[in-house]
């Protein structure tokens, strides 16, 4: 059985694995992925303030991630829209359907509904005129209500209340609010526990012991186990192993590593018709992803970490004359 370590960076994790996941989608790129692409980005770039947050282990990160990744749409949303049709509003809220003529007279009036639904309610501390649209759900974690905005811009450090279409703008800023309200929320507790139901209702019912089930509690449960998937793939680490007599003792290469054990490793790869993405001294995503797949191909542990096993069986591999130079893009594995 493997060990869990923390995450050391985001380097440790294949975010084009994870928009790879998203429906539609088999890559990304910033430009042609629109907001999916920023969000992207703003997990990448929010690296050190989800560690100030202790979201830094496989299993919490996999957690946030599939939160976001349903409170967002799968990272197609910044705010909550509010471009209903009548019989929308009647399916969706309550409150029209216990008036069905006032929501087809609201149809498609975004503010109006807002402030419909969401105004002078005290539980969200929405007590002034237009709070309802002012403060819609926004963010990697959809806040709602001013008392919300308030609570957890303070806890970030942000002036929500003042600006909050700032986690909308900005969406380091969103990741970072959402971060303040996990922790805020005790949320990692849960999440160590691997329990996605319970964080479920703590992010969408506010108390992860909340009897009732979260909004879409299946598909949060499902697309929680999907980014664990792989968030925790490259954290998976095989046991010490005992070497053999005389053998010496160095450090598995693994996402950072960088060095003369690593050229030679990606030299040795690449002869076998393992793409590392170029021949530079660093164990990347390119490395890894090579890793990967010689481990697979040849019933080694499948971790992305080339320990001393692994190492060996490259060196034997890359040995051999007839197993040099095959060409393996490997679609089977990453496509």
Request: proline fraction near 5%; charged fraction near 25%.
């Amino acid at each position: 059985m493997g060990r869990i370590i923390t995450i050391q960076g985001v380097g440790d994790i294949d975010l084009d694995k994870v928009s790879r996941l998203l429906p539609g989608r088999n890559g990304w790129d910033i430009l042609s992925l629109g907001t999916q692409g920023r969000y992207i980005k703003a997990i990448i770039d929010s690296w050190d303030t989800l560690q100030r947050y202790e979201i830094n282990t496989p299993l919490r990160l996999g957690h946030f991630l599939g939160q976001g990744l349903v409170e967002t749409g799968w990272l197609k949303y910044t705010e909550e829209g509010f471009s209903y049709s009548a019989e929308g509003l009647i399916a969706t809220f309550r409150h029209y359907r216990r008036n069905p003529d006032l929501a087809r007279q609201h149809a498609r009036k975004k503010e109006l509904i807002a402030n419909t639904v969401y105004g002078d309610r005290a539980d969200l501390g929405n007590t002034q005129e237009g709070d309802g649209w002012k403060f819609r759900g926004r963010g990697f974690i959809q806040l709602t209500g001013r008392y919300n905005y308030t609570k957890y811009g303070e806890a970030a450090g942000i002036d929500l209340a003042n600006d909050p279409d700032i986690i909308k703008r900005d969406l380091t800023k969103s990741i970072e609010v959402a971060a303040a309200f996990w922790k805020t929320n005790g949320l990692n507790a849960y999440a160590d526990q691997n329990d996605a139901a319970k964080v479920s209702r703590g992010v969408n019912r506010g108390n992860p012991n909340d009897p009732a089930a979260a909004n879409h509690e299946d598909l949060r449960i499902l697309w929680t186990n999907t980014a664990l998937g792989v968030t925790q793939a490259p954290q998976t680490v095989a046991p010490d192993a005992v070497p053999p007599p005389g053998a010496p003792s160095l450090k598995p290469l693994q996402v950072g590593s960088r060095g003369d054990r690593v050229r030679a490793l990606q030299e040795d790869l690449n002869a076998l018709g393992y793409s590392t993405n170029g021949i530079d001294g660093i164990y990347g995503q390119g490395t890894k992803r090579a890793i990967l797949a010689f481990q697979q191909e040849h019933g080694i542990p499948v971790t992305g970490i080339a320990d001393a096993a692994t190492i060996d069986a490259v060196d034997k591999a890359a040995d051999d004359p007839a197993r040099a130079r095959i060409d393996r893009s490997d679609p089977r594995v990453f496509g």
